[in-house]
């Protein structure tokens, strides 16, 4: 609903995410079309996104000055 911040694909390339100037994260599937997992929790624009080496956890960081995994 805002401007995108940032993008990061996961390293098994199957997830892209972004963060966004609307306080959240989107994570969907490159072979699935259906609405992306919406993260919710910072309380000030995402700035920034890191993707764990295995895929399974994505860490974000705020203009709140937190981090969120």
Do not use: M, N
């Amino acid at each position: 609903t805002a401007g995108v911040t940032a993008v990061a694909l996961s390293p098994d390339g199957q997830s892209p995410a972004s963060a966004s100037l609307d306080q959240t994260v989107r994570v969907g599937k490159v072979q699935d079309h259906s609405e992306p997992l919406i993260f919710r929790g910072h309380s000030d624009a995402v700035q920034t996104l890191c993707w764990s080496p295995d895929s399974q956890h994505i860490a974000s960081g705020s203009s709140d000055q937190t981090a969120q995994v």
